[in-house]
């Protein structure tokens, strides 16, 4: 399996809701992380993992709550986002830390915060 | 921090024609310079990438080339095709150093018929 999966492709919520984005996958990569892509934007680094424990957090709003259960899985919780959340929410990862490892991106959650 | 700026914003080409992507970067310890090409709806993939060690890295018919004492590096798509059209991202780095990855702002390809 040499692929990031990511669901729900679509996700609409309100201001009020809690959800959570998930991320997988099976290729043995031990860094992991989290992107928000905005329209004609590039992707703008949120989370780090490596190797199951946060290394990176881009000063992101604890309204956004990553979680890495085991070396496959990303999670990242939401809660009380705002309208401007809205965006691409793309996963990504690599075979180990430091950024000469190539980052295999997933399709992407497309979020909706209304 | 690192800062890269990426020109043009848009770019369209003849089929056949050759496509030139230009990025400049701030920080001279930055040493890893991926270039990734995102379709539209999709995920984006990486498609080369280059050190500083090395000047010019070629691969069918996309080739980078880096200058370093200038501080910019270029992307080249010769013969290009229909399924060349995507937005294509440059990026720096300091390689070893942590996880993080600047991207510039994008080139939108187009290639007319």
């Known amino acids: 399996d040499t692929e990031v999966t990511q669901t729900p492709k679509h996700l609409v919520m309100g201001m009020t809701n809690k959800k959570s984005l998930k991320c997988e996958q099976h290729m043995g990569h031990r860094a992991m992380y989290w992107y928000k892509q905005k329209a004609k934007k590039p992707p703008e680094l949120m989370f780090v993992y490596s190797y199951e424990k946060l290394s990176i957090n881009e000063s992101v709003p604890s309204r956004f709550s990553p979680e890495c259960p085991n070396s496959s899985l990303l999670n990242l919780h939401l809660h009380a986002l705002q309208p401007e959340d809205s965006a691409l929410y793309l996963c990504a990862s690599s075979q180990g830390t430091g950024v000469s490892y190539e980052q295999y991106f997933g399709p992407g959650t497309r979020l909706t915060v209304t | 921090g690192e800062n890269v700026e990426q020109h043009p914003s848009t770019l369209s080409v003849q089929e056949g024609d050759s496509a030139v992507i230009k990025c400049t970067y701030s920080?001279?310890?930055?040493?890893?310079f991926p270039w990734y090409k995102q379709e539209l709806g999709k995920r984006p993939q990486l498609i080369i990438d280059i050190r500083s060690n090395v000047g010019e890295k070629k691969d069918q018919r996309i080739a980078v080339t880096l200058n370093k004492t200038a501080k910019h590096f270029s992307l080249h798509i010769t013969e290009t095709q229909p399924e060349d059209s995507a937005v294509y991202f440059c990026?720096?780095?300091?390689?070893?150093?942590?996880?993080?990855?600047?991207f510039g702002k994008g080139t939108r390809l187009h290639i007319l018929p």
């Open positions: 990026a720096a780095s300091q390689e070893n150093r942590d996880d993080k990855i600047i």
């Open positions: 920080d001279s310890a930055s040493n890893y």
